[in-house]
């Protein structure tokens, strides 16, 4: 063998050599490429929720998995939603996922125990939780169960009486209920359960039962526990109580069998007896009026058999009546006495007396009629075979003294003359519209007499209804009588508070009223006193001095002045003004004037002045009267039917001028004689 053909065999053994390598490192790429072919390729699959567990009270377990490697790093409370409660902390444990998958156990620790027993767990939006190749967790929810382990909480707890021995049981929560206890004790045990009770959902859950007790007795009813629909039960431990009483009070009436017309009976009950008292009281006269309290005082109008009964009532309820009639009889009346009525507030008649108290009323109504009030009878008891004059006028107004004097507002005066003859006992029945009392209770009524003096007598109700008040009250003698109205009431129901004079002026007797007070007077006492009565009585009067003039408007001690005086009723009632004159803090007049609703009414007063200071209606000022403190001349002596030549000055100048210059004239003589003095003579 050449050596050409050793080194061409030499370098060729060597090229195969280095090919089989070549080929066995290309082979070695392809079998590496092809194993790894999975891996090498591009990871586009996000992690996803896996399922969510009950941990304890406070604790959600959630699991998360991923296909390929899950970046546990990402995971952050933030990451998570729930529909109760918030997640304060969260910790992170892997755990097996099986092939080719990972995962990991998210444990949510919550701010405090849930009262909801289902709750999902979703991903916020934002949240972080992704792959190692950046797939990003970005929907999905989970829901676990279990979680309300909050007991019911307390709302009320309630017993309401329905009847003597039934009772209404009332428990509310905040949330519905499987299980409720209820225990009562007393003279017969029961218990009362979920099953017994009706549900109501509203702010609160409230379960209501009624309950009727089976004997007499005082019962504790007990709320002893609650359990929600996932088993939290709560113990109350709420106690109330009640009383079966079906017994009624025993009703003892005491009172008058018989009577006489007029006479006033006393009633009471307060001897009736219940082992649990007696809380209300009620009476009926004749199965009509009701009046309240345990005693009472009636008297009858007409003759003949009358019912008085009464019942009375415990705290639960149970009522029981008794009842007694009252025979009535005459005593002496006078009702067929021939009783005038020129009109509605004048009644004269002529009783012989028999010694026994006798009736005086009219054939068909009342004997006189005002606006606020009228007498409806009177009962006096006279000398027997004393033949007496009676006359009873009424006034729709009262005296200016009884205001003061009583302080109570007057509605209407009544006078009844009866010549001086002694009169043992006198007893009034009288009637208030109900319009007239302002408002005020009909207890507030009194009826006073003016003998020296107002003094109240014993007044009472005898029977009302919507429309009016019918009163009796009882005096010693007749004179002159005053409706007042007093508890609370601010004036008169037809008058207006007045600009009455202060309490130390003293008023001095009304002046005669001018032609068109005397109109109105002559109206109220006539035909047309129903006709004030009706206007009165569904309005209020607002009176008030609207002008004042005087005549001469400049004035000194010794004028003679005539005031004019307009008097402007704005209100929707007539009404009674009045009109006081005061010089110097003084009373000169005072009148009242009637004003009907929305007119104006003038009066006039004429005086001589006799004094100095301001001269005021009212309250308001009309002019300043000079004079009275100046220098006073002698007389002149002029002859007799010579007017004396001052008087021709006006009134008061000649006074001041002469003071003037006999003050300056002793100024002027004091400083010559400190001046002579000073010089020594």
């Known amino acids: 063998m050449s050596a050409a053909s050793a080194e061409r065999r030499q370098s060729t053994g060597r090229g195969r050599v280095a090919g089989r390598r070549l080929l066995a490192v290309a082979l070695f790429c392809a079998l590496a490429v092809l194993a790894s072919g999975t891996v090498a390729a591009a990871d586009t699959e996000a992690p996803e929720f896996g399922n969510a567990t009950k941990g304890n009270a406070t604790t959600i377990h959630v699991t998360v998995y991923d296909n390929g490697t899950l970046d546990t790093g990402s995971i952050a409370a933030a990451d998570f939603v729930t529909t109760r409660g918030t997640v304060e902390n969260i910790s992170v444990a892997d755990i097996d996922a099986g092939e080719n998958r990972t995962g990991a156990r998210v444990s949510l620790y919550l701010a405090e125990r849930l009262n909801a027993n289902n709750v999902t767990v979703g991903i916020r939006s934002a949240g972080g939780i992704a792959d190692t190749a950046g797939n990003k967790l970005r929907d999905g929810t989970v829901t676990v169960s279990g979680m309300d382990t909050v007991t019911p909480r307390y709302r009320s707890f309630e017993i309401r009486r329905v009847n003597a021995s039934t009772v209404e049981i009332r428990a509310a929560v905040n949330e519905p209920l499987d299980g409720l206890s209820v225990s009562i004790g007393g003279p017969v045990t029961d218990r009362l359960n979920r099953s017994d009770f009706t549900e109501s959902v509203g702010d609160a859950v409230v379960y209501t039962a009624r309950y009727t007790f089976p004997e007499e007795g005082a019962y504790p009813i007990l709320w002893l526990n609650a359990t929600d629909r996932y088993g939290n039960t709560v113990k109350l431990s709420r106690l109330r109580?009640?009383?079966?009483?079906?017994?009624?009070?025993?009703?003892?009436?005491?009172?008058?069998?018989?009577?006489?017309?007029?006479?006033?009976?006393?009633?009471?009950?307060?001897?009736?007896?219940?082992?649990?008292?007696?809380?209300?009281?009620?009476?009926?006269?004749?199965?009509?009026?009701?009046?309240?309290g345990p005693s009472i005082q009636v008297a009858f109008a007409t003759p003949g058999a009358h019912e008085v009964a009464v019942e009375a009532t415990d705290p639960f309820g149970n009522a029981a009546t008794a009842a007694r009639t009252v025979t009535v009889t005459r005593d002496g009346d006078a009702s067929g006495l021939n009783v005038s009525q020129p009109n509605a507030t004048t009644a004269s008649t002529t009783v012989v007396g028999t010694g026994f108290a006798q009736r005086i009323t009219a054939p068909n109504d009342s004997l006189v009629t005002t606006a606020n009030a009228s007498l409806d009878r009177v009962t006096v008891t006279l000398p027997a075979n004393e033949t007496v004059p009676l006359t009873v006028r009424a006034r729709n107004r009262t005296p200016f003294s009884f205001l003061t004097v009583t302080g109570d507002a007057g509605l209407a005066t009544f006078a009844v003359d009866h010549g001086g003859v002694p009169v043992d006992r006198a007893t009034f029945t009288f009637t208030v519209p109900r319009p007239a009392l302002n408002g005020a209770s009909p207890s507030a009524v009194t009826l006073y007499r003016d003998d020296d003096g107002w003094s109240a007598l014993d007044t009472a109700v005898v029977s009302r209804n919507e429309t009016r008040v019918v009163y009796q009250a009882s005096s010693p003698g007749l004179s002159r009588f005053a409706v007042g109205v007093g508890d609370g009431a601010d004036a008169r129901p037809t008058e207006t508070a007045t600009e009455t004079p202060v309490p130390t002026r003293t008023p001095v007797e009304n002046e005669t009223a001018t032609a068109t007070e005397s109109e109105a007077e002559s109206a109220e006492s006539g035909g047309d006193a129903q006709a004030a009565s009706e206007s009165q009585s569904t309005g209020t009067p607002d009176i008030e001095v609207t002008n004042v003039t005087a005549e001469p408007d400049s004035l000194a001690v010794g004028d003679s002045v005539v005031l004019t005086v307009e008097v402007t009723n704005d209100g929707t009632a007539t009404g009674d003004y009045l009109v006081g004159v005061f010089l110097n803090d003084s009373t000169l007049a005072t009148r009242e004037v009637t004003v009907p609703a929305g007119e104006t009414r003038t009066t006039e007063f004429s005086r001589e002045l006799d004094d100095s200071g301001p001269l005021e209606v009212g309250t308001t000022r009309v002019a300043n009267v000079t004079g009275g403190g100046g220098f006073s001349l002698p007389s002149l002596g002029a002859p007799s039917g010579l007017p004396n030549p001052l008087s021709l000055w006006p009134s008061g100048i000649v006074g001041t001028i002469l003071g003037a210059v006999v003050g300056l004239v002793v100024v002027v003589y004091g400083i010559l004689k400190a001046l002579a003095i000073y010089l020594g003579y």
């Open 241 to 292: 109580s009640f009383r079966y009483d079906g017994s009624a009070p025993n009703v003892t009436l005491e009172g008058p069998t018989n009577a006489t017309v007029g006479e006033t009976l006393n009633f009471t009950a307060r001897n009736s007896t219940d082992e649990q008292g007696i809380d209300r009281y009620r009476w009926r006269i004749d199965g009509g009026t009701l009046l309240p």
